[in-house]
């Protein structure tokens, strides 16, 4: 690249890496269609047999990799796309393409995939977008089998940056690790698999950035700005210096961070607990000293599959969690079908019903291993929550293990519908805490897309502070405990707001809590709360956004600047 290029997309891992670009499979493959005569066909459906069995034992050698570097607990990943290998949607149905159409396998396979595809990514959910990419990777693998191709192999001279249009997790679990320094992908999303390996790898990462320019080529400097989801492709020395001080920095800053405290200027203690989407990240939660998992997001056990797991296989898995954690407190969430489709409980019919209670069966079952709590998403009427409590009486009343039908665990909901915040001194009657999602809740407030990248500085709209500062004075009045589990938490400069109006607890990614502890050491509760009074004020996000940095520069400046926040 002869002049610097610079691009925006999701920060989906932070801090900040500085590497020479290494460029991985862009090329889109598009195979052609070619038919084959009868004789031909027993070959050609051996030759797809072949790749899918290679196919398979890549992932399997991903999942060993994954499992020898970070233990068992992360084998789930890989589980998913094992399990798409012996798919009779995918796999069967392209057996059954080159035999009734007499079509090659890679023809084949294309034509399955699109099909499955097709649905999914006509639901706006993140969810089923996430799914489909799902099936777009394992039909990558299953292609560079078919054309014989091998996998990239990062390149062994010097700090490197990959540059892909999108990276499989198994390319992931393999190429996220040194010489590979940071990573950054067309496509893409904070929640997808991928995104997730690179936080759990602490490899700097933005995704999403749209379609890239062809003349990047190899060995170009590249930095990754993990924190605002900026790239820049040939970088000019200055910057180039000015980023290797920053990712210097942020990984002194991280190292001091591991065991200090979430107490404010003016000693008023904050909980600090980690939101997880995998039973693999618990182990990270607690060497960044979470004080509890106050977001599980249990349906991550279901990517990939059509049906939620077993309740004894739920059972291992939340157990397994509960006791890492105990005696800290783990909040499950039942399953949150869609993060931007209100699709509750009683929506999803009687297989739904069935699906909950099986969950929910194995959450009391858990709770005997330690603290366990338990609350559901997207509730927007009183109605609703009332439902959902009367169903886990159900459960428990339909136990045979006594301990289980024992049980007292706080059931609570998921604040993240304007409704619900609205009503909250209603919702406080029934509720045993309330979680506050602002992610959801500046979605439907605002009616404005929450995968739109710009939509990450919504939380601050007033409107969006009025029904947050509702919530929270409803579950204070109450004496319902409230925690904030949204995004808004998670970012150094909008934390001080949620202090401000008077959040005392909160659930952030693992890996943003030193980063969170830093910012409650540093902010004046007071003058927090004065600057979300005043914030109430203001026409927009980005102007509250302005003030809070102006009115707090002298508690957070410094620590704002020093991380390149500001
Ligand atoms: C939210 O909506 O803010 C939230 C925490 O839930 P999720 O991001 O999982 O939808
Ligand atoms: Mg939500």
Redesign the pocket.
């Known amino acids: 690249m002869t002049s610097p290029a610079r691009f925006k997309g999701i920060a989906a891992s932070i801090g900040v890496a500085v590497g020479l670009a290494r460029v991985v499979g862009r090329e889109r493959r598009r195979p052609s269609c070619r038919q084959i005569d009868d004789t031909a066909i027993s070959s050609e459906l051996a030759r797809f047999a072949r790749a899918v069995s290679n196919s398979r034992a890549d992932i399997e050698s991903a999942k060993q990799e994954l499992t020898d570097r970070h233990g068992s607990t992360y084998a789930p990943i890989m589980d998913v796309y094992l399990l798409m290998h012996g798919d009779a949607l995918l796999i069967d149905a392209t057996s059954d393409a080159i035999r009734n159409d007499k079509v090659n396998a890679e023809w084949a396979l294309s034509r399955v995939t699109e099909r499955l595809k097709k649905p999914l990514l006509e639901d706006p959910s993140p969810y089923f977008q996430e799914r489909a990419r799902d099936i777009e990777h394992v039909r990558e693998h299953l292609m560079r089998h078919l054309c014989g191709e091998q996998r990239s192999e990062p390149s062994t001279d010097g700090p490197a940056v990959l540059i892909a249009h999108d990276l499989t997790p198994a390319d992931a679990v393999h190429m996220l690790a040194p010489p590979t320094v940071g990573l950054v992908t067309e496509v893409g999303a904070e929640s997808s698999h991928t995104a997730i390996l690179a936080r759990t790898f602490g490899v700097p990462a933005v995704v999403g950035v749209g379609p890239l320019p062809a003349d990047i080529e190899d060995d170009d400097v590249v930095l990754v700005d993990g924190f605002a989801g900026e790239v820049t492709v040939g970088a000019s020395p200055e910057e180039r210096r000015a980023a290797e001080t920053r990712r210097d920095r942020f990984s002194a800053f991280l190292k001091a961070e591991r065991s200090t405290s979430a107490v404010t200027r003016d000693g008023v203690s904050i909980s600090v607990a980690a939101?997880v989407e995998l039973p693999s990240e618990v182990e990270a939660a607690l060497a960044h000293g979470a004080e509890g998992i106050g977001?599980y997001?249990t349906e991550f056990m279901c990517l990939s599959r059509r049906e939620p797991p077993s309740e004894e296989e739920q059972l291992e898995a939340y157990r397994g969690v509960v006791s890492a954690m105990a005696p800290r407190q783990v909040v499950f969430?039942t399953f949150?079908w869609r993060?931007d489709k209100r699709l509750r409980a009683h929506d999803l019919g009687e297989r739904g019903r069935a699906w909950l209670k099986t969950q929910i069966n194995a959450v009391l079952r858990a709770s005997s291993e330690g603290s366990v709590a338990l609350m559901f998403?997207m509730v927007a009427t009183v109605e609703e929550f009332c439902e959902a409590r009367a169903l886990v009486e159900e459960c428990r009343n339909g136990l045979s293990d006594e301990r289980a039908r024992s049980a007292q665990l706080p059931i609570g909901m998921?604040v993240?519908v304007p409704s619900a915040a609205l009503l909250a001194e209603r919702f406080a009657e029934h509720a045993d805490f309330f979680?506050?999602?602002?992610?959801?809740?500046a979605?439907y407030t605002l009616a404005f897309d929450?995968r739109d990248s710009r939509s990450s500085a919504k939380p601050l709209d007033p409107a969006v502070l009025g029904l947050l500062q509702r919530a929270i004075t409803a579950a204070s009045d109450a004496q319902t405990p409230c925690s904030m589990?949204?995004?808004m938490a998670a970012d150094p400069v909008a934390l001080c707001l949620a202090l401000g109006l008077g959040y005392r607890q909160i659930s952030v990614p693992v890996s943003v809590i030193p980063l969170a502890r830093a910012v409650i050491r540093n902010v004046d509760l007071q003058v927090a709360a004065a600057v979300a009074g005043d914030a109430m004020k203001c026409v927009s996000a980005d102007e509250v956004r302005a003030l809070v940095v102006d009115r707090l520069d002298a508690q957070l400046g410094a620590l704002w600047k020093e991380q390149g926040i500001v």
């Open positions: 939101n977001l997001r969430r949150d993060g998403p998921m993240e979680a506050v999602g602002t992610n959801d809740l979605h929450r589990c949204g995004d």
